[in-house]
């Protein structure tokens, strides 16, 4: 199978290789780079010296990439992928997008909080998360692949959600993010000095994940939800934790909570249940697919507290993306993606 | 004023110990610790060699030291305390108590949240959160000095209780903390390889500091509450961050919430408003006795979100203490506390 | 093939469980532990939930672990390998130990660094550092898998020593090591808040890799060597860094000492030439088994300068013990250890 | 006394801040800043709010700025200092630079190593290592603060060149430091997640600090030296570790020594000796003007290992010029330097 990557010098891209350049079935076709063209990508990431050393083109080739590959990796900041998608899709090969731009079945919801037209409407992408949308993927010629913060917070909700044993208006999201999440891109917000021996919220009532994140939780409730989410920035490279309030609906039980969780991943290999009391921790998931849950209820309050844990650059980007390509093209969902997290 | 420190070698003992030594009206009479009894605290704690370099002694001296202090602050294991605070005020010296045995006005909350019979049931403690309990912390003998997590998250939390702002029972409290809250006792919890580039939730439903924080805003708030209290450890040595949710009640305004903290606030040294829209970061309090609040409104699901900032060893533990001390004695209550946070 | 592990829930056994679980010719047969027996060695390490859950039995079972494997990993401390490597072999199975036990040729160093009598004197061990021993490693029954110090170190001085380029005497070595190397076993010096935010040299003039460094250069040399060794700690989890000086003989050329590292590891996977003027970084080695190599040529003092980089758990422990496996047992030098470093 | 800061935004200026505005004998009359004219510091460093909250001038002030001023401290970037430095001594105002234009008696070195001309040749400054130069600090109308780097090496060699009891053809200095020296400046080396989990070398043999560190133990020595320096980056934010290897002269004691550290520095206040075997850790000094030092004797290799720790914002830079500050106006050396280290 033939794949590129488009925009392969950030974090999202470069972890692609990392994942792609071990993938038994994939063979790496082009990676491009609009600054850095004709610098092979070990020079930028030195790491893959003697591993994966190939050149950066640009996206003037973009058709002759697409027609090359069975599918093509959108690792651009959002707004770029649009254009991007449309050349490929028409050269008949697959989109995996891992910006926003086809992560909204509703384009007036991204071209509110993104404020920017959206100018590939006739597209049809299918949001990637996987384990909840595997039916779709499978069909898929675009994947909207889901934000970091989106994919733990969804697949912790998501049972509780989908078997209605939740008030709906009750969910509140307080979520923490390693620094890799925000870019390689310079910033304040990212100097070393700045976030080290630190914790900070940012983007209250404002991040752009909500909209993702009510947009699947409303499909699966099938009205529409309106949540509360924070993200916060902790100085760890990878990794994300979110914590998930809400409040059960008169009468649910304990059982019924751990039997939604269940019945809904106990098949599912990427989704560790830690069950009723268990604590995820973000390193056991760090370089790995994995998103840890466990749950907890406080019959003080009425509350379900949620947690899961994932690989921000792994399951809530780049993994999920070769997850995603696995399903479209048929293959074992798992290949390339066994390796075992990275511990301590 | 003549002051004396039990159980010294901890964190919180030593944080004392930086604050009080350059503290102009305060001269250390004696330190101690049973494990240690005989060594100079600078073979402890080297960054302290030439600075303050005297013996530990132990507590078999309590009533001589009791009797040649104004004041004694102990720093021992919650159980602990009571037996020493007995023989303290029984010289007529104050107590400044940094664990939890006289935190709780109703000694039977404590018995149910720590399992321990209080023995000191007689001693009349006033909780020592300075900014809401000054009037009686000025005539008081014993003072449970709060928790941590509780100082951070009561002081976002109060104006909006007292003013009756948010409704009580959707009280949510998402907090982060530095390993150095769980002190200098080895632990594969506060071990460097486990807690490194990790972040995780522990004691959901269950920490000890839940109804201590629930006392201090029933009490505002002039009825029984129960809150979610949700706490974090994070890869930082000092901090606490505390992100506090809740419902605005119908009909209040943005303005109204704004009044709140500023009414009660202003005037406070200690704490730094960043207003509405503000983000507190707990690297800008390190060192100091600073909490900083900054408030956020969410129209689409009527919730406030108030997030506040210390440092756990100093307004979290030694630092309210000493501005306990200096306010019992009708010191000027910044005195000794007036250094700029450490950054970056 | 089929592999055990002795004291497997140490960071070393526990890496090896990493690697070994996705080699492609191992199969694990049994791992052990005294403190834990009959625990999985999931509850102790849940990053290996649902990925390697098997139980831990004890070593009074080693005759028959022995018997049903073809090589045994030792992850045991110092001391307590050579009883357990003697039974091993008595059964004709390969032994690989990670500790000291069988690092030495002449044993009389071992017992004057390590303060205990060497009870295997009959064992004829290869010293494992894969690239200068590979030879005996083939035929070897029992390694000695190298230290982590002295693998980056070595490798870094090797050329220089062997084309005898370099004054013997001049050998400086600096370097700085994440707290993994220390272990999982509780001690202030890898608790969190003491070591984090902070530096510090150790075991000056006396850490017990510098015999190992030694024998090893001087088996090049053919002469004996004494160098200068100073081990630091630095707040990372993985990672060696290894700065080496020593002063250039008389009239030796820069293209010399290029030649010369050039000439000895062109052909070594598992060692990347940064070249001269090359810095490594210890990230661009995390979770792989490379050992990065860069230096430089200071024509104002004669001095050259070498570093090298590697990840302790990895090249300095147990990825190099899985090379050793490998070529001991003729397969493919590079099989289970051909994942990309985890970055960033 | 007034004292004024051209340059109040970067790291070094705002740590002067933070030590001026609490020192007994001084007043800030004016900060500047090219970039930020106008804003207030607190708006850059929200850590000073309510604490010193002055709004930022600029440099075409600068002749009044002197004329309000005893003295101007400059934290320009090198090159720029020199300009400001002329019109601030025609004023009859007495300078402390922080960068490295005034620290080389020699101009000819300056313009070597910087690649600059040097613009105030005629100004004669004095090299502000305090407690090496204060008879000439005491008089001087410009100081060259010295380097981070320098001040902590320096220190730790000078007992051993002054006393002539090292090889001075044999002195290496490896040394870490952390991120803030590399100051507030956007810069891939500074970028979080490059930097973090990861330690490395940089400028090897031609670090701008090795001319520094040669001037000054040349003079000790008196004749010229050549040193290898190389410097290191390591993931904490303040803290200099400086490990210096020598080779002791035939015949020279432990005692001897120990008797030139001792008779050297015995009556320095911010030097704290840990003794022979003492081993620095840069978290004792965090905060404080305190240089630690340490040395051992190695008899297998005849060296001497001299290990010194220092804040590199505090005795590396701005707490350095604070202590010359109290000199050159005959105050108490310690005034505003007395606050204890911040640990953990």
């Not at 990439?65 to 651009?76: G, H």
């Not at 049809?124 to 733990?152: D, F, H, M, W």
């Not at 304040?188 to 009532?205: D, M, R």
Request: a negative charge.
């Amino acid at each position: 199978m033939k794949v590129s990557i488009i925009g392969a010098t950030g974090y999202t891209g470069e972890e692609l290789l990392r994942l792609l350049s071990s993938h038994p079935q994939a063979e790496i076709v082009a990676i491009t780079s609009e600054s850095q063209t004709g610098a092979a990508i070990s020079e930028i990431y030195p790491h893959l010296q003697q591993f994966y050393d190939n050149k950066l083109v640009n996206m003037h080739q973009l058709d002759e990439i697409a027609a090359q590959s069975d599918v093509v990796f959108i690792a651009l900041p959002h707004g770029h992928a649009m254009e991007a998608g449309k050349k490929i899709v028409a050269k008949g090969t697959k989109v995996i997008d891992l910006g926003a731009d086809y992560r909204f079945s509703d384009t007036s919801v991204y071209e509110k909080w993104y404020k920017l037209p959206h100018t590939h409407q006739e597209a049809q992408p299918v949001y990637g998360l996987t384990e909840l949308y595997r039916e779709q993927v499978k069909t898929a010629s675009i994947i909207g692949n889901p934000g970091c913060y989106t994919t733990a917070s969804i697949l912790a909700l998501a049972p509780l959600v989908k078997h209605q044993l939740i008030e709906l208006s009750s969910i509140i999201i307080d979520a923490k993010s390693g620094v890799s999440g925000a870019g390689r891109s310079l910033s304040l917000n990212s100097h070393f000095t700045e976030v080290f021996e630190s914790v900070k919220a940012y983007n209250i009532a404002g991040h752009r994940h909500t909209p993702e994140i009510e947009q699947a939780l409303g499909e699966l409730a099938g009205s529409e939800i309106f949540i509360s989410f924070t993200p916060h920035l902790i100085p760890i490279a990878r990794g994300i934790l979110s914590t998930c309030y809400s409040t059960l609906k008169a009468g649910v039980t304990a059982a019924q909570v751990d039997e939604a969780f269940h019945s809904l991943y106990q098949e599912e290999y990427f989704i560790r249940l830690l069950g009723r009391g268990g604590y995820p921790v973000t390193k056991n998931t760090r370089g790995s697919n994995y998103c840890d849950i466990g749950w907890h209820i406080d019959p003080r309050t009425n509350r379900v507290v949620v947690v899961s844990a994932i690989d921000n650059l792994v399951k809530g980007a780049a993994g999920q993306a070769v997850q995603n390509m696995n399903v479209m093209f048929g293959l074992d969902e798992r290949l390339g993606l066994t390796q075992a997290p990275l511990y301590p």
